[in-house]
Every structure is written in C-alpha cells, then in structure tokens.
C-alpha cells in the first residue's frame, strides 16, 4: 500500500509540473463551461428535434382540442402519447393524475405533457387554458419543447381564440344581448365588404374571425425559438402554413401577432421535478464538459504509462520492491483522485458562475464524481492497454471521447438527436454520469434513488478495468 | 554470490540468452562486454528480476531470483540502460520516490539524498527539474539513484553512454570507491577501455553466448600472439633477446630488435620474461593486442559491427 501511495504522489507531482495537463483538466473545460453559459440555446448545432415523447391528456370535449391533439400528433418533434399501458398491457387514456408519477420515476416514458383541460376556453377571460407538465433535463429541452408546443398551438387554434372571445362575450353581456351584438357586427361586416349577413354571423358566433388567415403562422418572439422558423422540413399538412402564403404578412406584423398570441393563451407551466433549481442547465453544462476533458486529461496520464516504460522507468520501478499490479492500482487511484478533484472544482465552478446548488449535495454529488472519475480512469487504462504505442493511444482516445461525448450529451441534450441514435447513448459512460449529476443536483434524488446509476457506472468500471489488466498482463507495456 | 546456470531466454524465435553460466563472487566487479543486441540489457534484465528465462536458474546469496522474490530485489540496485527519471522533477524529487519505494523515509532518507547528490557533484542543482540537466548529469543521477537503498550487488547496463570523458572519469571512480568498499557490480559496455581499465573480471557475450570469461589478462592470453614487437637493441635488453629465438622470429636492424611470436606464444609469457629481466614495459612498442583483437578473434567480427 505505501508503495502504491509513493507512486500515487509521484503522478501528481508530475501532473502539476506539467502546465499543459493542468490547463487541459481544469482551465480549458472552465473556459468551454463559461463560454457555453453564455452562448446557451443559441449556438446549438442539432438538425432540429425529433420524436420526443410527449404525453397529452384531453380532458376537453372541444372538437378543437381534438384538432390540436391531431396537429400535434403530426409534428415530426413529437411522438404523442395517449393512452396509459398498465402493466398488464391493458391500455386505458391517460389522465391528469397520471402525469406526476410517470414523469418521476427514473425511467420516465416522456419528459413533457400537455393537459387541455375541460375549462379550455375560458369564459371568465379571454384565451385559452393549457397546462405543460415538464421534467426536463436541461434548458435548452425545455425551450425547445415549449416552443414547438407555442407553435403547434398558435398555428392551429385561432378557431379557438375566436371560441373564446365569443364566449367571455357572452358571459359578460348575457345571452340575447350578445346575439343581437353579433348581428349589428355582421351587418356592419356585411354593409362595408359586401357579403351574406347571415353567414358572417354564423362564422362569428363559431368564433372563426380569420384569424388564422391574418396571422399565419405563429413567428414567436422568445429569440431561442427563431430557429423553428429556419427548420427547412416542410410543415406537416394541416397546419396554418399553406394559409400564410397567400396573407404573407410582413415579418414584424407578424412578430406582433404572435406577441398577442402569447398573451392571449395562458401556458401554464409544471415543472415536475428540479422545479426549485436555480441553474438547471448549467448541471449538464458543467457535468458535461468536464467529464469529456476528464476522459481527455486521463487518456494522457493513461498513455503516460507509455513515456514512463519507453523511458525505462517502469524497469527501475519493478527491480525496487513494487509489482505490475501495484503499478497499475496506483495509476487507477491517481485517475479516480484527479477525476474527483477536477468535477468537483468544475462544479464548484459552475456554482460561482450559474448559481448551481452544491451545497445540499456535496455527500451524494462526492459519491457521484468517485463512480464516474472511475469509470473514466479504467477507459484511460484501457486506451493505455490496448494501444500499441502512445501517439496510438491518444489518437484513438480522441476519437472515442468526441464520439462518447456527443452522443452521451456532454454537447447538447440527446433528446435533440433522432431516436435511433439515442438508444446509442446509453452505452457511454457519459451519458451514465451526466444522469448521475442531474439526479443528484437537478432532481435531488436520494441515495437509494441513484443506486441503479452508480451500480451502472461501477459495471462499466468494472468489465473496463478487467479488460484493461488482462490486455496489460499479455501486453508488452512492462518488457 | 550470484549464480546464472544454464539460462535461456528467447523473445519468440529470437534466442537472446543462450545456455548462460556465470558466477559471481561477492567484491567482483564483472565485465560484460559485447556489442548491440549481444545480450547484456537481457541479461541484466533477468538478474534484476524483470523477466523470467525460459530455462535455467538464476540464484543469488542461494536464494532464487524470480519475479516474485521481493526479498532478494532489496540488494539489487539496477541502473537501467536508458536515462529512467522523471524529467519534470527535480534531483531530490527523483531521488526520493526510488529511495521511499524501497522503504526509505524520513531524515535518513534525505540524509542520503544530500550524500548521493554530493558524490554525483549535483547538489548545487537540486532546485532544478532534471530535464534541464545535460546528458551527463542525468546520466550520473541514473547511477545514484539505484544505490540509495545501498545495494549488496550493483547491475550498470551501460552507464556511460553519452557522456564526456571528465563525467566518465568522475563515474569511474565512483564505482572504483563504491567497489573497493566492497558492493559487487556488474558493468555491461560495448567500450574495450571501460572493461579494461574498470573490471577485474570480463565476460564476452555475442549473440546470446558467453564466448570468453576471466580476467583480463586470462582473456588476452587466449589471444594468439601474432603481432610484431619492438624494442631497443641495448646491453640491458640483450638477455631477453637471447630467450627469444626459439619462440619465434627475432630480426635485429638500427639497434631495434623486431620479434614476431609463433602463434603458440602469448603475449602473458612474452611480458612475463620482460619483467624477469627488470624491464620495464614502455620500452616494448606493438600494436598491442586489445580485447577488440581478441572480440575480432573470438567471434569474426568487431565491436562495432
Ligand atoms: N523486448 C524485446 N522483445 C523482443 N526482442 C528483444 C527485446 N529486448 C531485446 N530483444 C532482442 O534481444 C537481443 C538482445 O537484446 P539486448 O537488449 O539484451 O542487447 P544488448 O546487449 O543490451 O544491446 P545494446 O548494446 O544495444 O543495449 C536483441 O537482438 C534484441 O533485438
Ligand atoms: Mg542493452
């Protein structure tokens, strides 16, 4: 053991002597962490969502939040789910009371509901009543969620507003005056563009007042959502896109409208879990970038064992009293050290920086780190074990740790990224320690509720670190 | 003290150790000499336990060298080949990992450091990383740092590689002081001089064979004696000249005797009649046989080859 501590304290000699390993562990992935901040929801590189779960509860008998939940159904970001599946397989809708548990548990079918509600239009005041549950993973989900919904809702339900409009109307001048104030509208209509009287009374007392027509679709003003505007797939049929090609109203005309828009229908937002977290995002921000430069920072010490046997040292090493398993022991508790110090400092970090709550967690978050510094550590001793030489080593390692982090979500959230290669994400231990992070600081989760994360994390380790000594027992790192 | 019998060792098909025996007694200090890729790093290598042969034994003070004889490693001190230092840390920093993994702690440890770093002359640089030191500075904290835990048996595999004559010079005589204080070294080098003028006994290792073994002089012996002598045709050197006819071919031309042996005469016996008539050795001038000579003799090619 004391001679596995002299080495221990060696490596980190060595690593703080060398600057380009320090900056590559701590300062770059503060900088990448602070840029991101600051750049966050804008600088997204995805080709648009696709088929996020989310659920819809219609508790409406409104024909038109049938429509909507139709619209919904053909918005290629989304895969709606209706219907609850017992575990017997029995299937029933979903209700209200569904959402909360669904959402929460740890292998959530969907992220995000919407509710409309039996109360969808209003008549108390005017716009529409909508309900978003979320669960999200981070903030730039939740923007994009939102604003796929804002736009599936604003293009789709003008008829509604009408409704509504008509209805707080008649609730407040009472049924037979609010007929006969339709009808002197209709007239007017009818006396000034010409037209059936009767018709245009009809079609106002349906609510319909063109809007949709007017408005086309719905060009949001929150700026991260812009970018829905630029998706070039072509809008899915039925929606008010074909309408806004003959009306082509100007831009800011439109800006406007869908400004009024946003104040007339009332989202009301759920947060089922981290509701309370101040930061929310930046957790995958930090956890993200500084497990890819952790995998990055113990690849190298990894290869360092290459330095240290072409050099000669594991020889001087192993003719003193110290064996090949106490060689590679000590390389493992370096890396596992390093990995805990350097998440720790960059959540410290994030903590200066967005306001991310470590404090109720410093226990659990600690834990955390150690599972997944170590499973980083045994895929460094693994590059290191299977690798013919150093240049090897580190080539190989960049291409897995991009490829590992990208599709872990260390650089956007997977839920951006098609189905397929999704279920891809689970076989990396970055996606693994990023749910590790948000389950502790985004959704508070308890010991026990970690547990199946950690016990994954420690499996990876585990089978790596067999891998890694088997190849290094019948390598030639140590001749 | 240190017995090698019969050892083998191949690396796939390449046979780098081939049916060795060598016995060292305790105080030696043991040439190997032999050119790239004879054999010597391998050697060294098994002794120090790195590698296992694949037939043989290897013993030392009757305990068995193996990998996993720890014990017998704590009287080893190996001074690898390649210069094996941590180039970011400093001397002391160096130093005191190799001396703590052996057990070392403390005000002793560091009592060594400072007495090592002295006999090295590097103390007035132990602030510095060692990757700012020259080549033979490094090459002189690569010795020291296999001797802190003060080693019964010494293995230098070639330490003088790169180095300048005065830094050669200032190792030299740290282990001719370290050897007459009575630690046992073995000291592989492709160099004649360092064998010749270092070693008490030498080994002559090619392509995996021991060829030659003993003392300097019982290795020059073997060598036939084929060259021509000179040396002065004076009344004091009239009686040597007398001896030697019938050992060979003596002409005598300007006052210079010119002997040229038969093959059968070794230059051992030629000296050893020189000095039984009290003369002294700078008279007689030849192309004086070398271990290069009797290397060339041995194995058919030279040193460098
Ligand atoms: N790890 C190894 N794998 C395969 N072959 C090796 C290995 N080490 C040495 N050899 C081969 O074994 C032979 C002896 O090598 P060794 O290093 O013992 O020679 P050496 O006498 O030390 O040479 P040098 O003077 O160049 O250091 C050489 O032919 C070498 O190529
Ligand atoms: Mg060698």
């Known amino acids: 053991m004391r001679s596995i501590l002299v080495l221990l304290r060696k490596d980190f000699t060595n690593f703080l002597r060398n600057k380009a390993a320090v900056s590559l562990t701590f300062l770059i992935p503060f900088v990448m962490i602070w840029l991101f901040g600051i750049i966050f929801g804008v600088n997204k590189k995805d080709s648009g969502p696709n088929g996020i779960p989310l659920a819809v509860v219609n508790a409406s008998d409104n024909p038109a939040a049938q429509k909507l939940v139709d619209a919904l159904k053909t918005e290629k970001s989304f895969r709606v789910i209706t219907e609850f599946v017992s575990p017997d397989k029995s299937r029933r809708p979903l209700t209200e009371a569904d959402l909360r548990p669904l959402m929460q548990a740890?292998?959530?079918?969907?992220?995000?509901?919407?509710?409309?509600?039996?109360?969808?239009?209003?008549?108390?005041?005017?716009?529409?009543?909508?309900?978003?549950?979320?669960?999200?993973?981070?903030?730039?989900?939740?923007?994009?969620?939102?604003?796929?919904?804002?736009?599936?809702?604003?293009?789709?339900?003008?008829?509604?507003?009408?409704?509504?409009?008509?209805?707080?109307?008649?609730?407040?001048?009472?049924?037979?005056?609010?007929?006969?104030?339709?009808?002197?509208?209709?007239?007017?209509v009818a006396d000034a563009f010409g037209g059936d009287k009767e018709k245009i009374q009809q079609r106002i007392e349906a609510g319909d007042f063109g809007l949709g027509r007017v408005i086309g679709p719905a060009k949001p003003a929150d700026p991260s959502l812009r970018r829905l505007d630029n998706n070039p797939t072509p809008a899915p049929a039925g929606s008010a896109?074909?309408?806004?090609?003959?009306?082509?109203?100007?831009?800011?005309?439109?800006?406007?409208?869908?400004?009024?828009?946003?104040?007339?229908?009332?989202?009301?937002?759920?947060?089922?879990?981290?509701?309370n977290v101040k930061s929310p995002a930046a957790t995958s921000i930090v956890g993200g970038w500084a497990i890819q430069f952790l995998l990055f920072a113990l690849s190298a010490s990894a290869t360092s064992l290459f330095r240290e046997r072409d050099a000669g040292l594991f020889q001087r090493l192993l003719a003193s009293p110290v064996t090949r398993a106490q060689i590679l022991w000590s390389k493992f508790l370096y890396g596992v050290c390093l990995g805990i110090i350097q998440l720790m400092v960059l959540f410290f970090a994030g903590r200066v920086l967005f306001g991310i709550e470590i404090e109720r967690h410093v226990g659990l978050l600690l834990i955390v780190c150690t599972f997944a510094a170590s499973a980083c550590t045994s895929f460094g001793m693994l590059l290191a074990a299977i690798a013919p030489n150093a240049e090897a080593a580190q080539g190989l390692a960049t291409f897995l740790i991009m490829m590992m982090s990208s599709l872990g979500g260390a650089w956007f959230p997977i839920t951006l990224m098609p189905v397929f290669i999704q279920q891809f994400s689970k076989l990396t231990l970055v996606y693994w320690s990023m749910e590790g992070f948000s389950s502790v600081l985004w959704a508070g989760q308890s010991f026990l509720q970690i547990l199946p994360i950690l016990g994954i994390l420690a499996g990876i380790t585990a089978v790596v670190m067999s891998i890694a000594i088997w190849r290094f027992n019948r390598g030639r790192i140590f001749e | 003290m240190l017995h090698l019998r019969s050892v083998t060792k191949r690396y796939g098909s390449l046979v780098a150790l081939d049916d060795v025996s060598l016995d060292i007694a305790r105080g030696e200090f043991f040439?190997?000499?032999?050119?790239?890729?004879a054999g010597k790093s391998t050697l060294m290598s098994l002794v120090a336990g790195l590698r296992a042969p694949d037939s043989g034994t290897l013993t030392l003070d009757g305990a068995p060298l193996t990998a996993a004889n720890a014990a017998s490693r704590t009287s080893l001190g190996l001074v690898p080949q390649h210069i094996a230092l941590y180039?970011?840390?400093?001397?002391?920093?160096?130093?005191?990992?190799?001396?703590?993994?052996?057990?070392?702690?403390?005000?002793?440890?560091?009592?060594?450091?400072?007495?090592?770093?002295?006999?090295?002359?590097?103390?007035?640089?132990?602030?510095?990383?060692?990757?700012?030191?020259?080549?033979?500075?490094?090459?002189?904290?690569?010795?020291?740092?296999?001797?802190?835990?003060?080693?019964?048996?010494?293995?230098?595999?070639?330490?003088?590689?790169?180095?300048d004559p005065q830094s050669r010079l200032a190792i030299f005589e740290y282990l001719e002081a370290l050897n007459r204080d009575g630690l046992t070294i073995i000291y592989s080098t492709h160099y004649m001089e360092e064998a010749t003028r270092l070693c008490s006994r030498i080994g002559i290792i090619d392509h995996g064979r021991l060829h030659a073994l003993g003392t300097l002089d019982e290795l020059l012996a073997q060598l036939p004696f084929e060259e021509e002598i000179r040396f002065p045709a004076t009344p004091a050197t009239a009686a040597l000249a007398a001896d030697l006819p019938v050992h060979g071919e003596l002409a005598t031309a300007d006052a210079i005797h010119r002997f040229r042996p038969r093959?059968?005469?070794?230059?051992?016996?030629?000296?050893?009649?020189?000095?039984?008539?009290?003369?002294?050795?700078?008279?007689?001038?030849?192309?004086?046989?070398?271990?290069?000579?009797?290397?060339?003799?041995?194995?058919?090619?030279?040193?460098?080859?």
């Open chain 2, 31 to 37: 040439g190997l000499l032999g050119p790239n890729g």
């Open chain 1, 241 to 275: 896109q074909s309408t806004s090609a003959s009306a082509a109203p100007a831009p800011a005309a439109s800006n406007a409208a869908a400004d009024t828009l946003a104040r007339i229908v009332r989202l009301e937002t759920v947060q089922v879990v981290g509701a």
């Open chain 2, 263 to 305: 093959p059968d005469f070794k230059l051992s016996a030629f000296f050893g009649a020189a000095e039984s008539h009290a003369l002294p050795g700078r008279l007689f001038t030849s192309q004086r046989p070398t271990l290069e000579a009797l290397f060339l003799h041995l194995t058919g090619r030279t040193l460098r080859e």
């Open chain 1, 106 to 188: 740890p292998d959530a079918p969907f992220r995000f509901a919407l509710v409309i509600p039996p109360d969808l239009v209003r008549t108390k005041d005017f716009g529409l009543h909508l309900k978003i549950f979320s669960n999200p993973r981070n903030e730039i989900e939740t923007q994009t969620v939102n604003g796929i919904l804002q736009k599936t809702i604003f293009t789709n339900v003008p008829q509604l507003l009408g409704e509504s409009l008509q209805a707080s109307a008649k609730d407040y001048l009472g049924s037979p005056a609010f007929k006969q104030f339709n009808g002197t509208i209709a007239g007017a």
């Open chain 2, 87 to 163: 180039p970011e840390l400093t001397a002391p920093e160096n130093l005191r990992i190799f001396g703590a993994l052996y057990g070392l702690r403390g005000g002793d440890l560091r009592a060594r450091i400072d007495a090592a770093l002295e006999a090295v002359q590097l103390a007035d640089r132990r602030r510095d990383a060692v990757k700012t030191f020259s080549g033979g500075m490094q090459r002189r904290l690569n010795l020291v740092a296999a001797l802190l835990h003060r080693p019964k048996l010494l293995l230098c595999d070639e330490p003088t590689v790169g180095v």
